[in-house]
């Protein structure tokens, strides 16, 4: 059994890696058109958020279930398997590990670069309104906290072992779609730690309202229709 320390820690590393690595690699696609050489694109900016997390949870999901996502963590809040107190601190850890990986890539990525994408802080596109964001938020984050608990929370499921492989293809997929539209955040944490270093606020809400409603939403479903014989401990 793990502390709450150690659990604390391990959510924070996780979104570290998550927002370093998905930002990073939005930097790096604008770096490399600024100088000629193409970019990822947004393949290559769906997979590195996906095996960020795809990586990460498998690495060290064992220690705190791997939520790196607020989202992630009130499906577990509103289904009982993790407590009112608890849910707070892991949201803390996975905000102030999205705002030292912001801060570290501001301190490494030239300024031009990272000032041209907004520092990867989610937006939404010219034609998409609040509504039109926050529901595709609310839909993917559904698919994503639907996966997590499919995998990582389901005893019987197939792929338990191996849940990071599920939850990152998830995203992954999710990034693809959505990217263009609203930036494909299905994470607050993935908005705020951007957004509170470079003062990108615009829009901010829909990156929280969305996220959190299909998380309760995916959370509330699975654990009713599919865990009945699994009762939170």
């Known amino acids: 059994m793990y502390s709450l320390t ?4 391990a959510e924070f590393i996780g979104t570290f890696t998550l927002i370093f690595i998905g930002v990073g690699s939005i930097c790096a696609d604008q770096y490399l058109h600024n ?3 193409g970019g990822v694109g947004l393949l290559g900016i ?18 705190s279930g791997g939520h790196f996502n607020p989202a992630v963590t009130i499906g577990f809040w509103v289904t009982k398997r993790l407590g009112t107190l608890e849910t707070l601190f892991y949201w803390i850890a996975q ?9 570290l890539l501001i301190a490494i990525v030239p300024d031009t670069v990272w000032r041209a994408v907004g520092l990867g802080t989610p937006a939404l596109a010219s034609d998409f309104t609040r509504l039109h964001g926050m529901l595709l938020e609310f839909v993917m984050t559904f698919f994503l ?40 955040a299905m994470n607050p944490a993935r908005a705020f730690g951007p957004a509170f270093v470079g003062h990108y606020w615009t829009n901010h809400g829909v990156y ?5 409603l299909g998380g309760v939403l995916a959370g509330v479903i699975y654990d009713r229709i599919f865990l009945r014989d699994q009762p939170a401990a």
């Open 35 to 37: 100088s000629g050489q």
């Open 46 to 63: 769906a997979v590195a958020h996906g095996l960020a997390i795809g990586i990460m949870v498998t690495a060290i999901g064992h220690v």
């Open 145 to 184: 906290v639907f996966v997590v608990f499919a995998t990582a929370v389901d005893a019987k499921g197939a792929f338990n072992k191996v849940a990071g492989f599920g939850i990152g293809l998830t995203i992954t997929m999710d990034i693809l779609f959505g990217g263009p539209f609203t930036g494909a």
């Open 6 to 9: 150690q659990k604390l820690l």
């Open 208 to 212: 929280w309202v969305g996220p959190l």
């Open 95 to 103: 905000l102030l590990g999205a705002c030292a990986a912001a801060y």
